[in-house]
């Protein structure tokens, strides 16, 4: 059974910063990209970082490089995302999800796999 579990999300003030993980297990690690979106209440969903081993490959919307960094631990099937400078606008649930296409799925999400989540509140 595919399971991605996140952990890692709270509160924190503007500016500050929030290291989140995601455990996978139940998949050949190796074999999927694995990437994080996030979702605001009345908003749609935003994919935004992805990495995969397979191809090399690391993705970043426009709207969190330089502010985030997307990491992985192919032996623990652990992927880390470092979020730093949060902004009020980051407030979202967010989900790390995985997907056999690759990164090029990151833009919209749209990931096969996904967790259930963690809360990130940015207070202004």
């Known amino acids: 059974e595919v399971q991605l579990v996140e952990s890692g999300g709270g509160l924190v003030q503007a500016g500050g910063s929030l290291r989140l993980s995601c455990a996978a297990s139940?998949?050949?690690?190796?074999?999927?990209?694995i990437g994080w979106f996030r979702q605001a209440p009345g908003k749609e969903r935003e994919g935004f970082s992805c990495?995969?081993?397979?191809?090399?490959?690391?993705y970043y919307a426009d709207f969190v490089k330089g502010r985030f960094t997307i990491s992985s631990d192919n032996a623990k099937k652990m992927v880390y995302l470092q979020m730093n400078s949060l902004k009020a606008e980051d407030t979202a649930v967010y989900y790390c999800?995985?997907?056999?296409?690759?990164?090029?799925?990151?833009?919209?999400?749209?990931?096969?796999?996904w967790g259930q989540g963690t809360q990130v509140t940015v207070s202004s």
């Open positions: 999800g995985a997907d056999k296409i690759g990164c090029a799925i990151a833009p919209s999400g749209e990931y096969d796999y």
């Open positions: 139940g998949f050949t690690f190796d074999d999927y990209a």
């Open positions: 990495i995969s081993s397979r191809d090399n490959s690391i």
